[in-house]
């Protein structure tokens, strides 16, 4: 994370009237700091560099407007500056993705998920699940037709579940396009809400993917992570209603490319990639039916 100069966080705490708290910890990519409007509003100040990514998450936030997600209070696009309503007690669905809870956290999740899907708006600049998935093509191009240090079979597997998923999909919604466990935090107004959305326009099934190929095996130990996937494959098809192959379909796909864009943005030799394919390899082990 490129360093935040004090100059522009006193110009955003005079520009919203904000008293600015200590930064949260283990930042990377933004700068995200709580902070305490004139009225004693709870909020978060979250300054990003101004990409096509930002964009979209505001663009999410205004469709939600804080419907099972967390609310957009100020917004300044040029400079890259949100101001969040700050989630309290804010502790993130991870606290319960433990073996004895994660069915629960799965139900919280799915109800969640299911509060968030929107219709499409008439006029949006939201990408689609399409436009995701043709990123995997760029894996052949990198190496020059095969996959690299990727399994050839789980490529594939990929590459098929893609086509099928995508021609015969339902209609399409507005996504949060990354909900898993991190991304949905405990509040007041309501139980769970979501943050971070990417906005993404998708059928309904695509948005299991984060929530199947997050284990976070280095802070949760599963005893059997095997088990846990196929329990999360089954328990979202029943209360998504969603088919079974549908929901194991794009967690395979889903983590295959999340796993392209690991060595996309970091290369081979950084260890991300690993625990994608990793998680593609325990969801595809699990039977269709």
Known sequence: MAPVSAQLLADYAQRWSLTLLPAFPNLSYNYVTPAVCADGTQAVLKLVV????MYTE???LRCYDGRNCV???EVETE???LLLERLLPGTTLTTLAEEENDAKATSIAASVMRGLWRSVPPEHNFPTTVEWAGGLQKLRKRFDGGVGPLPVALVEE???LFRELHSSASAPVLLHGDLHHDNILSAQRQPWLAIDPKGVIGEPAYEVGA???NLWQDRVTFSSPERTTAHRIHQLSEELAIDRARVRGWGVAQAVLSAWWCIED???DDDGWKGAIANASLIAAVPEA
Request: net charge neutral.
């Open 79 to 81: 400079t890259g500056a």
């Open 266 to 268: 970091n290369g081979v």
């Open 211 to 213: 929530m199947l190929r």
């Open 58 to 60: 505001i663009a999410a």
């Open 158 to 160: 990929a590459e098929t």
């Open 50 to 53: 101004p990409n096509n990514e």
């Open 71 to 73: 609310r957009l209070l």
